[in-house]
C-alpha cells in the first residue's frame, strides 16, 4: 500500500461501471485460511488497486480489468458452505472500491454469525471524508475489523508479534468481542494445495501468490 504523498487518481470509474450489479471482479479466493485475521476465514482478494505501492505483494492485482466476475450471491453461499468459517476477509486489489458489493455479501455472512474482516489503502478517515470511494461507509458499517493505511516498504515489519505489515497501518476494532483475537501475525504465510493441484501461497498481510504466475516470488 503507498505513501500518502503520491497522488491517487480517485477514478476508476470507468472500469468498475463494467462490474455488474450484484458481482465482484476477484483475484482470487481461498477457504480455511488461518493467516488473513482471526480463526478460519474465507479470503477474497478484490481486482484493482490504483495505489502502486512500492514492494506491493499483488501487483497483479493493480489493474482494473476484469479478471474474475463472480456473484456475490455465489460467493455467500460458498462461504456458508463451510462450516469452519468463521470469518471472510477483503483482501486486494483495493476492497473498497468495491464496497457496495462487499457490504452486500458481509451484510449476507453476518446474519449467519460471521464475522468480517478488510484491509484497505485508505485511512479510515479518508474513507469516512466525502473524497471517499462510493459505499464506503455502508462497508465500514459491516465490518468487525478494518486494517487501515497504504504499504510503505521503508516502514515494513516482519515481526511474529506484528499485526500489521507496516508500522503506518492501524487495526480499528469495530466489534469488542474480537478484542482478545487479534493473534494473526505480519510474517506468517500458508500454501493451500487446490483440487486441480495449483498452489496458493497467502500471508504477510493479504498478499495472494499463485505459483503458477509468480514462482519466482
Ligand atoms: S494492493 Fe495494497 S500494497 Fe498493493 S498497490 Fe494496492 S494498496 Fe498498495
Known sequence: MQGQHKHINLNPA????????????????????????????????V?????????????????????????????VERILANPKHEGVTFSGGEPFWQAPALAHLAQQVKAHGLNVMSFTGFTLERLQSDYGPAGAQDLIDQLDLLIDGAYVESLAVHDPHSLVSSSNQRVHVFNPAL?????????????????DGSRIVTGYYGQLVDNELHAGD
Not at 52 to 72: A, H, I, R, T
Not at 187 to 194: A, G
Open 14 to 45: 470507468i472500469e468498475l461501471l463494467e462490474i455488474p450489479p450484484g458481482y465482484l471482479n476477484t483475484m482470487g479466493y481461498v477457504e480455511e485460511s488461518e493467516v488473513n485475521g482471526p480463526g478460519c476465514r474465507a479470503v477474497i482478494w
Open 179 to 195: 478484542e482478545d483475537r487479534l493473534n494473526w501475525a505480519s510474517d506468517q504465510i500458508e500454501v493451500h494445495v487446490l483440487k
Open 47 to 75: 481486482q484493482g488497486c490504483l495505489r502502486e505501492c512500492p514492494g506491493c505483494y499483488n501487483p497483479d492485482s493493480w489493474s482494473f480489468e476484469m479478471n474474475q466476475l463472480v456473484s456475490v450471491e455465489h460467493l
